[in-house]
């Protein structure tokens, strides 16, 4: 910022170029009118100063002030008779009054005169872009990446001269490599948008837009990802093993979880069934001194098969309501919700029988051969336990008034099924009826067991098995078949 | 993209629910879609647009096969379908990495998938060593960033996404949005459903209009937009 003028003393007041930020700060915004009045304040302060006066040319050219330019570009003329711009905004204005081809002369003397400057070039590749000499246009613009390898106007001039002879291809690559010489500038992205919008891609023009807003990773990470969606093969909920793998992990998470609730967690597996044996053994054994000898394990022997059945039932009867959030989130096959809940209560129950199997021993029937057929007899108790529990699970959602009476039939169940008296102590001609309630005949089984010392009733063991199997067999179909039912039947 | 086969396709599918009834009540119906006719192609980003109660859900439950049409067909060629469900079955009292597998293999995968997906997971959620506690020591803003990073890491064939969300706070956002970006812009297929058409626009390929179950147009983002503001208007002139 050289001046050839004496009186520099006006110029010491504030730095100039702070003071120029406030006529650029408009322009920057698009106001180019504005910016040129206040280059024009500005000039009264430094009016020695190039930038005032070609600063306020550029606003009016760009504002479309022809005439003001002109008459600013004759004073800046003799005030700066060397400057480059006398040439550059020369050219501009020329090019602006639609006279091309004097433009060009101003650019040549402008090439000769000012070859180190980068807006020389740059405008001679306009102007020549505008008289439609690409190839020219091409060769300035080479010249100015030469020189100027770091100018980024020159680079988007590259990209942009592509785009001006619609060869959109060609556009594509060189916005491509703008992008990787300047990641940051939104050009690279949405002028780019432009051309693939043009060159009939709008998949890869949505993409650039979206890329100038998240970033270029945007572009390059899709590659990955179309190999890792083809590698899914996920339907496994309809086989067997996953159905298996789901159940059981969902079973174990649930127990987990329920433990965690609790501070002594997992000792609770084996505290609740000891106190409520000692309940059973102190109303029973101590208070009501009933039964006579051996009474609490005859009673016990009962009780806890039973209570296995009859937790696990109830419990699964309302899994379906009670999955319904998930049931409507997931596609996952209903029987889950069921089964979940029954291996779940299962679980819970293996301490229970070893403390009842430690029980037993202790009072006197220590474990013999007869004890292998309590396989099959538990075999059969969860054959059953899953075809009662399943069938009321898909019973509930369909009519709900089913959940009310669950308990209560549970509880019928139960004095029906000798938990508390000998099946013998019925009149004699009611007792094969009353076996025939599989739960009522379980029990005995388990009693000749621990108890008797003998084997139990194998044909009507192998008949009830064979019932529940057809049962479960049956129950499994049905739930097929309702699978996509019980989602509609839980909305309404 | 129109010369391949559809993964799914939808054909006049409709769906009426039942409301329930009782003794003392009359079971009535309720038509949810009437008439649904829309093509999803492997890679593509389908929006669907639709008003409040135009049956947007149910059309979603239709095509993850939760629920089966009335009347009409619905294809599926073979493609693991599911919704972006945050939290799907979370449970407050497991860890986060247990509530990993479990929400990965609900959503479909097997256990020892989910596994090796378990350490991608992690490092996405940010959860650090929060990951390992129960999920009720979480704030809602953890909980959230656990459920995106699970349905973000583990993707089905098809993902039907509810509108695009925000979740946690603003760092976690931007990150969660961008890899939502980057999810439906890639070769993922996407089912992207909103009433903001503006999410439409800057994200699909193809959009659908659903208004009082019926599919009224589809066609480019650009052209549906505009069918879908003159029934926004149409509509607020009626009411």
């Known amino acids: 910022m050289t001046s050839t003028h004496p009186e520099q003393s006006i110029e010491q007041y504030p730095i100039p170029e702070t003071s120029f930020a406030w006529a650029r700060k408009v322009a920057q915004e698009g106001d180019w009118s504005e910016s040129a009045k206040r280059w024009a304040v500005l000039r009264q302060a430094y009016p020695n100063h190039p930038a005032t006066w070609f600063g306020a040319i550029n606003a009016h050219i760009e504002a479309g002030e022809i005439e003001k330019a002109i008459v600013a570009m004759g004073s800046a003329s003799e005030k700066f008779p060397n400057h480059p711009n006398i040439l550059l905004q020369g050219a501009k204005i020329k090019l602006q009054q639609n006279q091309p081809d004097t433009a060009a002369e101003l650019l040549t003397i402008a090439r000769q005169k000012h ?17 439609g000499r690409f190839d020219e246009a091409e060769q300035f613009n080479t010249e100015a990446r030469q020189r100027f390898p770091d100018a980024l106007q020159a680079h988007k001039q590259c990209s942009e001269l592509a785009m001006q002879q619609k060869n959109w291809e060609l556009a594509l690559e060189r916005w491509e490599s703008f992008r990787k010489q300047f990641p940051e500038h939104p050009a690279g992205y949405l002028l780019a948008a432009e051309a693939a919008e043009q060159s009939g891609n709008p998949k890869l023009a949505r993409k650039l837009k979206l890329a100038n807003e998240y970033g270029d990773d945007l572009l390059t990470e899709m590659e990955e990802e179309v190999f ?13 093993g996953g159905l298996t793998e789901l159940v059981w992990t969902k079973a174990i998470f649930n127990l987990r979880s329920e433990t965690q609730r609790n501070y002594l967690s997992y000792l609770w597996w084996i505290l609740e069934p000891l106190l409520y044996m000692v309940v059973y053994f102190l109303v029973f054994g101590v208070l009501l001194q009933r039964g006579g000898e051996g009474f609490i394990t005859f009673l016990l022997t009962g009780l806890i098969p039973w209570t296995w059945f009859s937790k696990a039932v109830s419990s699964s009867s309302n899994s379906i309501i009670a999955g319904q959030g998930l049931m409507l989130q997931v596609g996952i096959p209903s029987i889950v919700f069921p089964l979940v809940s029954l291996l779940q209560a299962s679980l819970k129950q293996i301490p229970v029988f070893l403390v009842l199997f430690a029980f037993v021993w202790l009072q006197g029937y220590p474990p013999d051969v007869h004890w292998l057929a309590l396989f099959p007899v538990v075999l059969i108790q969860v054959m059953l336990t899953i075809m009662f529990g399943c069938l009321l699970a898909a019973l509930v959602p369909f009519v709900r008034d089913v959940s009310h009476l669950v308990p209560t039939g549970l509880m019928f169940v139960m004095f029906l099924s000798g938990i508390f008296y000998s099946y013998e102590r019925i009149p004699a001609q009611w007792q094969n009826i009353f076996l025939m309630n599989p739960i009522a005949f379980i029990l005995k089984c388990y009693r000749e067991i621990f108890i008797d010392g003998i084997y139990p009733d194998f044909v009507t063991l192998g008949t009830w098995g064979i019932i529940s199997m057809l049962g479960c067999v049956l129950i499994l179909m049905a739930y097929k078949k309702l699978r996509y039912i019980f989602p509609r039947v839980v909305l309404a | 993209m129109m010369s391949q086969q559809p993964i799914i396709s939808l054909q006049d599918v409709g769906v009426s629910y039942k409301r329930a009834g009782s003794l003392f009540r009359k079971t009535q119906y309720y038509e949810a879609l009437k008439s649904v006719t829309l093509d999803i192609y492997p890679g593509e980003t389908l929006g669907i647009l639709g008003r409040n109660g135009a ?47 479990l929400s990965g293999m609900l959503q479909g995968y097997g256990r020892r998938e989910v596994e090796a997906k378990l350490d991608e997971i992690h490092e996405f959620s940010e959860l650090g060593d929060f990951f390992f506690e ?22 089905p064939d098809v993902l039907l996404i509810d509108e695009v969300l925000s979740v946690g706070d603003r760092h976690f956002r931007e990150k969660a949005e961008k890899a939502m970006i980057v999810k439906i812009q890639s070769n993922q297929t996407v089912l992207l459903v909103s009433h903001a058409h503006s999410q439409i626009r800057r994200l699909c390929d193809r959009a659908v209009v659903i208004e009082a179950g019926n599919t009224v147009a589809s066609g480019t983002p650009a052209e549906v937009i505009q069918i879908y503001e003159t029934l926004l208007d149409k509509g607020k002139t009626v009411a």
């Open chain 2, 134 to 155: 129960p999920v009720h020591t979480y704030s809602s803003g953890m909980r959230t960033r656990l459920g995106f990073s699970v349905s973000t890491v583990i993707s």
């Open chain 1, 228 to 240: 890792q969606s083809q590698t899914n093969q996920r339907h496994r909920h309809t086989t067997l």
């Open chain 1, 115 to 131: 070859a180190g400057k980068l807006e020389t070039w740059l405008q001679s590749a306009d102007c020549a872009a505008q008289k």
């Open chain 2, 55 to 101: 049956g947007k859900s149910t059309l979603l439950k239709i095509i993850s096969g939760i629920i089966k049409p009335d009347s009409g067909t619905v294809i599926n060629n073979n493609a693991s379908v599911a919704l972006l469900a945050l939290q799907a079955g979370f449970d407050q009292n497991l860890s986060g990495r247990d509530n990993t597998i």
